[in-house]
């Protein structure tokens, strides 16, 4: 076509005469000429679809323009459109781009890709066919190996259904003997070995329902000895310790753990356990080797000698130290016999009595103190009238004794008055408990007692903390202020003198009152950071009598305690953090009166 000059603008017509009589003799579908960007000429086949041409700019024309042959299929419709472009050289260069194409109608293509898939798939198989083949080799063997595993399972089955039965018995009689009474065997039938396996099942049903038996009396008794308050320990015909109970470890300070299965003289060493290993020496031994006496409530000690040859228990008393308090435990003991009279071992029981002794002594000092009360207080008046009397008659009569006579006068009236002073506070002592118990404000009776020593111990910090929503509390409003005094009396006792050892500190007392919802209880804290207590002073404390002050009556935390004690509460004593006592009062609250204390707001109270 560039030989001819058809390329020319000027024979477009001659381009395209020439394509059409070409197009017709080599049988084309259409015949396009591209040349910069433009189409030069077109033939096609009259009865094709239009829009079928390319554009000068497609990206296939470009691909050709470049210098290369390109071929492509695309689809038009449901049909296909094979192409072909080449370019036309001249001196080396594309001119212009040939581009032919076959149209392929919708049957054809068709035809062509059920013959593209037949022939894929047969690519397919014959790439395939060795493994198709090994894969029917391995089923054909499985197939001959379930066959011969199935022949010997079923004379296996055969076999077992004989011996099973019985190695079941065997397995089932191994388990119950180890102590597995849910063990239960499969397959009870009717003949013989049916018979046998219903029998053993029956068998171990009734065993599981005797054990659950006794599980649930031993469960309970444990029970009952784990929640009872008096500690019981119990041995075998040995002497050994089979069981220890959690109060008989608390009173005792020895853990379970390490007495069970070990004998009374083995664990209980020391003098302080020598009446428990005596104890039970006497009761296994046929008869007491040494009276044994019991503590009487209100009497005198009640002598057992004799009673054990007759059954009666044998009894001890301890004295036990735990955490730095004296603790008194009635110990009693008896044996076990079994329906022959044969001995089958001892039980120990144990029973904490400080509080009834604690009791008894409070009783008693109440009856002394208002004994001596009563016959002290009637004549120290006259004696002191008498004494004033002496020196108002006969003073300035005397001369040079005179100074002697005074003096002598006036000690007399000071010891009367120092008397009189004590007398009261035996009073005060035998008439507790006393005074109404109305609702009180614990937090402003508290205040009300600090008033009187923040003014008089300005050389002391008080500091003062109440909880805002504190109950009422059901108390003797005098009798729990008189607490408060006393306490806060020996805290500031306590102060001085670690002031007076420590010249340079300052002393400080912290008061804090609380609510526990959990036991009931409103609580009063006062702690000090004086010179604390020793262990021996803190057991004895709320003794009366006792006091380690040498100008006490012993009297004070005595009454404080059976302050408390009217009230149904608590006290106690620990060591302060980092030095010092700690007061703690504890008070029942009533539940029908369970309301918060009016004006108990964190403002209203402070420090000083």
């Known amino acids: ?53 390319l554009e000068p700019w497609s990206k296939f024309v470009r691909r050709a323009a470049g210098g290369q042959e390109a071929t492509t299929v695309d689809s038009v419709g449901e049909a296909d459109m094979i192409r072909a472009a080449t370019p036309l050289m001249s001196d080396g260069h594309p001119v212009a781009i040939v581009v032919v194409d076959s149209y392929v109608p919708k049957s054809l293509v068709k035809r062509r890709e059920e013959i593209d898939r037949a022939f894929g798939e047969y690519l397919r198989l014959k790439i395939q066919r060795r493994p198709i083949q090994t894969a029917y080799t391995i089923t054909l063997a499985l197939v001959t190996l379930v066959v011969i595993f199935s022949a010997t399972w079923v004379g296996f089955y055969v076999a077992r259904r004989i011996t099973v039965p019985i190695e079941r018995l065997a397995a089932g009689t191994r388990a119950v003997a180890q102590g597995d009474l849910d063990h239960r065997i499969e397959g009870e039938g009717k003949d013989e070995i049916g ?21 649930s009396r031993r469960r309970y008794l444990e029970t009952v000895l784990a929640n ?72 005198p000690l009640r002598s057992l000698e004799g009673e054990h040859g007759r059954g009666l228990p044998l009894e001890r008393q301890l004295k036990l130290g735990r955490n730095g308090q004296e603790v008194a435990i009635l110990l009693s003991g008896t044996r076990l016999l079994d329906e022959s009279g044969a001995p089958r071992g001892l039980v120990l029981f144990l029973e904490d009595v400080s509080h009834l ?5 409070m009783e008693a000092w109440r009856e002394v103190a208002r004994r001596i009360a009563h016959e002290i207080k009637n004549p120290l008046t006259p004696i002191q009238l008498s004494a004033q009397r002496l020196r108002r008659r006969y003073g300035a009569e005397l001369g040079e004794d005179g100074a002697v006579f005074e003096e002598c006068t006036r000690t007399i009236v000071q010891q009367v008055e120092e008397l009189k002073a004590l007398v009261n506070e035996f009073a005060t002592f035998a008439r507790m408990p006393s005074g109404p118990h109305t609702p009180q404000d614990l937090n402003r009776l508290v205040e009300e007692a600090l008033v009187l020593f923040r003014e008089g111990h300005r050389d002391l910090d008080f500091d003062f903390t109440p909880e805002a929503e504190i109950p009422v509390l059901e108390c003797d409003r005098e009798g729990v ?7 806060l009396d020996n805290a500031i006792a306590a102060c001085a003198a670690r002031l ?50 040498p100008d006490g009556t012993g009297l004070g935390l005595a009454i404080v305690s059976a302050i408390v004690a009217d009230h149904h509460g608590f006290i106690r004593v620990r060591d302060n953090v980092p030095r010092g006592s700690r007061f703690v009062m504890e008070f029942p609250v009533r539940r029908p009166t369970l309301q918060l204390a009016v004006g108990a707001t964190p403002g209203a109270y402070g420090r000083a």
Do not use: W
């Open 228 to 299: 009872i308050a008096a500690g019981v320990i119990s041995t075998d015909a040995e002497g050994h310790i089979t069981t220890m109970n959690r109060a008989a470890e608390s009173l005792l300070g020895v853990p379970a753990a390490a007495c069970v299965g070990r004998g009374i003289d083995a664990v209980f060493t020391g003098d302080a356990y020598a009446d428990v290993r005596e104890l039970a020496a006497d009761l296994r031994a046929e008869a007491p080797r040494a009276p044994a006496y019991a503590i009487a409530v209100g009497g």
């Open 500 to 549: 007076r050892a420590a010249p340079g500190e300052r002393g400080r007392v912290e008061l804090r009152t609380s609510y526990d919802g959990a036991l009931n209880v409103v609580r009063l804290e006062i702690a000090d950071n004086g010179s604390g207590m020793s262990a021996v002073v803190k057991a004895r404390l709320f003794e009366p009598y006792f006091s380690s002050k």
């Open 481 to 487: 202020k008189r607490a408060v005094i006393n306490i």
């Open 1 to 53: 076509m560039s030989s001819e000059g058809l390329l020319a603008p000027a024979r477009r017509a001659d381009l395209k005469r020439f394509l059409e009589e070409h197009r017709a003799e080599y049988q084309l579908d259409v015949v396009e000429v591209f040349a910069r960007g433009q189409t030069l000429g077109r033939a096609k086949r009259s009865d094709l679809p239009g829009g079928i041409g």
């Open 195 to 215: 018979t046998l396996v219903t029998a053993f099942n029956r068998m171990t049903a009734d065993l599981k329902t005797g054990r659950t038996e006794l599980e």
């Open 357 to 361: 002794l604690r009791v008894q002594r």
